[in-house]
């Protein structure tokens, strides 16, 4: 176990739990267990996805490692100076982030790519202490709903005051630190148009220039 990560054996969602044994029989070279989180707690810019891909992340044990939304997300930080290397959809490529860590709201790969309020509550805790372990953080990057509502609860802020919606950057008073908000890079959401290439790549152009001061 790493610190901000379930034990690998996390038992707290039944589900899940259920998921991940039928998975370790079908895939028994797969990771197969919570995903650990990927880059520095020093850094300033936190990202947190939904939840780990059953071919990727949850294959790989590193969020969005061989996942499509890894193939968005991926180059457009190393296109903003926000990760160096060569991202190749494994553990062991030698891409590394900088400035940034990538984690996902739930740690462990959902039944047809979907978790529940519940597991997302209760995963919630792991999120919370990652969020605390961080001293430099000042922006997080929400990819998606699911990950927006699990921020403003783990940080006690109500989602009524703080609708998502994509590009809005929300000031959260009490913990002095920004949350920008970004449609999920899922196959489905580009596939259907909901979020192209260049609409990603303008959030990653915000965050830089939130970075940097000069927006
Ligand atoms: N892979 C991840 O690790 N997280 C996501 O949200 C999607 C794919």
């Given at each position: 176990?790493?610190?901000?990560?379930?034990?690998?054996d996390?038992s707290?969602?039944?589900r899940?739990?259920?998921f991940?044994?039928?998975?370790?029989?079908?895939?028994?070279?797969?990771?197969?267990?919570p995903v650990?989180?990927?880059?520095?707690?020093?850094?300033?810019?936190?990202?947190?996805?939904?939840?780990?891909?059953?071919?990727?992340?949850?294959?790989?044990?590193?969020?969005?490692?061989?996942?499509?939304?890894?193939?968005?997300?991926?180059?457009?930080?190393?296109?903003?100076?926000?990760?160096?290397?060569?991202?190749?959809?494994?553990?062991?490529?030698g891409?590394?982030?900088?400035?940034?860590?990538?984690?996902?709201?739930?740690?462990?790969?959902?039944?047809?790519?979907?978790?529940?309020?519940?597991?997302?509550?209760?995963c919630?805790?792991?999120?919370?202490?990652?969020?605390?372990?961080?001293?430099?953080?000042?922006?997080?990057?929400?990819?998606?709903?699911?990950?927006?509502?699990?921020?403003?609860?783990?940080l006690?802020?109500?989602?009524?005051?703080?609708?998502f919606?994509h590009?809005v950057?929300?000031?959260?008073?009490?913990?002095?630190?920004?949350?920008?908000?970004?449609?999920?890079?899922?196959?489905?959401?580009?596939?259907?148009?909901?979020?192209?290439?260049?609409?990603?790549?303008?959030?990653?152009?915000?965050?830089?220039?939130?970075?940097?001061?000069s927006?």
């Amino acid at each position: 176990m790493s610190f901000c990560t379930p034990k690998k054996d996390c038992s707290l969602c039944p589900r899940l739990v259920q998921f991940r044994k039928e998975n370790q029989k079908k895939y028994p070279a797969y990771h197969n267990a919570p995903v650990e989180p990927f880059g520095s707690l020093d850094a300033r810019i936190l990202i947190v996805g939904m939840a780990p891909g059953l071919n990727g992340a949850n294959q790989t044990n590193r969020p969005f490692t061989n996942d499509y939304a890894g193939d968005v997300l991926y180059p457009a930080l190393k296109k903003y100076g926000f990760a160096k290397g060569i991202y190749d959809k494994q553990k062991d490529d030698g891409f590394e982030l900088l400035d940034v860590r990538v984690t996902n709201a739930v740690r462990c790969v959902p039944p047809q790519n979907k978790v529940t309020g519940d597991e997302a509550k209760t995963c919630g805790r792991f999120l919370a202490e990652e969020i605390a372990a961080m001293p430099n953080l000042k922006i997080i990057v929400s990819l998606g709903t699911v990950s927006h509502n699990a921020v403003l609860r783990t940080l006690g802020y109500k989602q009524t005051d703080y609708k998502f919606t994509h590009g809005v950057v929300h000031r959260l008073p009490r913990h002095g630190i920004l949350l920008l908000d970004s449609y999920h890079t899922s196959r489905y959401n580009i596939n259907t148009g909901v979020l192209t290439d260049k609409m990603f790549d303008a959030i990653i152009q915000k965050l830089y220039r939130l970075l940097n001061g000069s927006d």
